[in-house]
């Protein structure tokens, strides 16, 4: 193989140097964001159960009743 000039292979090494220093940021940004987005879906599935069981204890609480906002009394009442 052909030997490179030394100014072309120290600009080659600090290219390569550069690559692999952002390459380990982006490992680091993928990592940080893949737990993000776990945490996120764990908080959302969390939710989602919340909001079956709200839905689950409002149909059992009043099966019958059909409520608007005229069946309530002001408070000044």
């Keep these: 193989m052909t030997e ?3 100014s072309l292979a120290a600009w080659a090494q600090g290219r ?3 690559l692999e ?3 380990a940021f982006a490992e680091d940004l993928l ?4 737990q993000t987005v776990a945490r996120q879906q764990g ?3 969390s939710l989602q159960q919340q909001l079956r069981l709200l839905h689950q ?3 059992e609480a009043a099966p019958d ?3 608007t906002p005229r069946d309530d ?5």
């Design 4 to 6: 490179l000039p030394d």
């Design 16 to 18: 390569l140097t550069e």
């Design 21 to 23: 220093t952002k390459l």
């Design 31 to 34: 990592d940080t964001l893949n």
């Design 43 to 45: 908080q959302i599935d």
């Design 57 to 59: 204890q409002m149909k």
């Design 65 to 67: 009743e059909a409520r």
């Design 73 to 77: 009394i002001p408070p000044h009442y």
